[in-house]
T-cell receptor, first 114, second 114 residues
């Protein structure tokens, strides 16, 4: 069964450094999402992406964050200058055509900012 | 704005006993409702979903959930719990009116005692 994959599974970085989290959505999916889960807290929506542009973003998704679909398969989340409070599990999700509403999640990347 | 409440942070049941996890939602239109399960260190696995039609939906691993519009609830049930069901369970709501992003509840941690 096709699945969403994410790399790396765990990333450790120093505060102020840039990180790029990578996701490979399910191949025929058109809608892509990033969510994050700070330890012990809810899963929170960050951003949705369709047709090569952001369709919606939350207030968490400030200028430090950006997303890109650099090729036909990858979907990336970049954090320009990481802060301690960016430490969280980041989940990528994808869904298929309009009218198909189920989002499938990847295994997550645990980001630790020191 | 949509929101999800999972009133039970922790639930402990004996193996073989029945289980019900509660979920209440607030949503301004027809909701799409989901239950996801997260095992320690793992991603979010879809258990089941409700979009329309029959209000009792069946999912994987023997789980089912019932949509009750009058109570704004979507409780998850299983008739006989197995030790492998120990995990954290998240209820989520989404819909076209809100760009299909998912809003998650805080989660319920299920412990299974033998």
């Amino acid at each position: 069964e096709p699945e969403v994959t994410q790399t790396p599974s765990h990333q450790v970085t120093q505060m102020g450094q840039e990180v790029i989290l990578r996701c490979v959505p399910i191949s025929n999916h058109l809608y892509f999402y990033w969510y994050r889960q700070i330890l012990g807290q809810k899963v929170e929506f960050l951003v949705s992406f369709y047709n090569n542009e952001i369709s919606e973003k939350s207030e968490i998704f400030d200028d430090q964050f950006s997303v890109e679909r650099p090729d036909g398969s990858n979907f990336t989340l970049k954090i320009r200058s990481t802060k301690l409070e960016d430490s969280a599990m980041y989940f990528c999700a994808s869904r298929g055509l309009a009218g198909v509403h189920t989002q499938y999640f990847g295994p997550g990347t645990r980001l630790t900012v020191l | 704005a949509q929101s999800v409440t999972q009133p039970d942070i922790h639930i402990t049941v004996s193996e073989g006993a029945s289980l019900e996890l509660r979920c209440n939602y607030s949503y301004g239109a027809t909701p799409y409702l989901f239950w996801y399960v997260q095992s320690p260190g793992q991603g979010l696995q879809l258990l089941l979903k409700y979009f329309s039609g029959d209000t009792l939906v069946q999912g994987i691993k023997g789980f089912e959930a019932e949509f009750k519009r009058s109570q704004s609830s979507f409780n998850l049930r299983k008739p006989s719990v197995h030790w492998s069901d120990a995990a954290e369970y998240f209820c989520a709501v989404g819909g076209m009116e809100y760009g299909n992003k998912l809003v998650f509840g805080a989660g319920t941690i299920l412990r299974v005692k033998s």
